[in-house]
Structures are given as C-alpha cells and as structure tokens.
C-alpha cells in the first residue's frame, strides 16, 4: 500500500491520478476546495492553496486516521496550479499576483519542506513530483508569472536533488504532462488576442484533437512512480516518454 498526497485534485490531472491511486488501492490524500470521490481510503482536505495557513493542521489529523506503518511509498504530487493573471504585468492587480505565485509556487515549497520533516525516519521511497510545463523552459508571450513560477519550481526541485543526494530513498521530480485538455486549457482559449496574442494556437491544437486526455498523462506518471530504482532524470516530460 502507498499514499498520494496529491494537490488540486478536483479536476483534470489531479483528478485522474487521485482516481486512478485509488483503483490501485493505495491510500490518498487530496487537497482542494471541492470534491467528487467518497472513497474509504481517500481522505479529501478542503483548502485553498493559495495560502498554508490552517493546511499542516489539516495534514497532521489525515496522517493521524493512517497508518503509516503499513505504507511502502509515499508520494507528494504538487499539481495545483493557475494560469491567470495573463497579459502585461502592469496590468495585473497586487492581490492577483501575490496569489498566483503562492499557488504556484510558495505553497508546493511549504509542502514539501511538510513532507521532509514528517517522514524523515521513513525508509521506504519518497517522492516529490512539481508537475511542471515547458513554460519552465522558454518564456511565453503574456505568460511571465506563469512562467516565472513554473521555473523556479523546477530549479527548487533540482535543488533538493542536490540536498538530499545523501538520502538514497529520496527522489524529486519535475514532470510535464504536455497540453492537457482542461479546465486551464479552456482558460486560455477563453482570453482575447489583446490580453493573449498566441491564443489562437491553443484554440487550433483543440480543434484539432491535439490535447492530450489527463487520464493517459496519469497513467504515465503513475507507472513512472512505481518504479523508483529507475528514475534516472529530475525533468520528465509525458511526450518523451
């Protein structure tokens, strides 16, 4: 038995992976504002993530109706994450920002420095996964919070690579699902051309049932979980896989 704790698991991607853990029969912990699944072993927490306040109380009385003597692999995928604000960043309100980079990035930081402390005698395997983009990689137009969170998220899990070399049951991963089709997708196709000037891209890949299903992203980063011995890079990217 293992345990998800998996963030922004209302829909899309977070959705499919808390579904499909626990079809495995593993133990999940999901964290977001609203909820599907009733499920004995799935332990929902209802937070905003775009603050910490009250979120490791929360944990600590989940982790306390498990046990987790029983669990041979833990798991923390920080998958919540928001695209908006997009356009010129002299547009943008100060709360705004302030909130899309806790989401973004402040919270899965908080999470996972949680997660470190509170299996630290753990010797089974433990995982970190910041689901990235390759917004990480190369500056989009109108995208610059976006972009700018999901980079320093990806520099700070190669970073704890480098920190917890010394910890050979510990690995952290950044993995891209490529373009889902989601509610974020449909965000952006919503936006004008003068807050977005490469919407009409991402309206062309949906028309053209280019968008990949999160059930399938899912199902490649579930499996890539189950075998630890074989993760051998700190970037993974669904396309290449």
């Known amino acids: 038995m293992q345990l998800f ?5 209302s829909r899309g991607l977070g959705l499919a992976l808390t579904e499909l853990a626990l079809n495995e029969k593993h133990l999940v912990i999901s964290i977001s504002r609203t909820n599907t699944i009733i499920h004995p072993s ?18 600590m009385k989940a982790m306390g109706k498990i046990d987790v003597k029983k669990v041979r692999a833990i ?12 356009g010129e960043i002299q547009d943008f ?14 919270t899965p930081i908080f999470l996972s420095r949680w997660l470190l402390n509170t299996f630290k005698k753990k010797t089974c395997p433990v995982t970190i996964t ?10 989009i137009i109108n995208w610059s919070l976006y972009c700018s969170t999901k980079s ?12 917890f070399k010394h910890r050979k049951n510990f690995r952290a991963l950044s993995f891209a699902p490529g373009v889902m089709d989601t509610d974020m997708q449909a965000t952006i196709r919503k936006q ?26 899912a199902r490649g980063l579930y499996d890539l979980l189950q075998s630890p011995e074989k993760v051998d890079q700190t970037f993974y990217d669904i396309r290449e896989m």
């Open 93 to 106: 309100d100060q709360t705004e920002i302030e909130k899309h980079i806790a989401l973004n990035f402040t």
């Open 5 to 9: 704790i998996i963030t922004g698991a």
């Open 42 to 59: 799935h332990f929902h927490l209802s937070h905003n993530l775009s603050t910490w306040k009250g979120l490791e109380t929360k944990l």
């Open 152 to 163: 320093g998220l990806k520099m700070f899990t190669d970073c704890l690579n480098e920190d």
């Open 130 to 139: 910041n689901i990235s983009s390759g917004a990480a990689l190369h500056p």
């Open 192 to 217: 004008s051309k003068q807050k977005f000037k490469n919407v009409e891209r991402f309206k062309e890949l949906k028309d053209k049932r280019q968008l990949l299903p999160p059930d399938k992203v």
């Open 75 to 86: 798991h923390l995928i920080n998958n919540a994450a928001a695209i908006e604000p997009i």
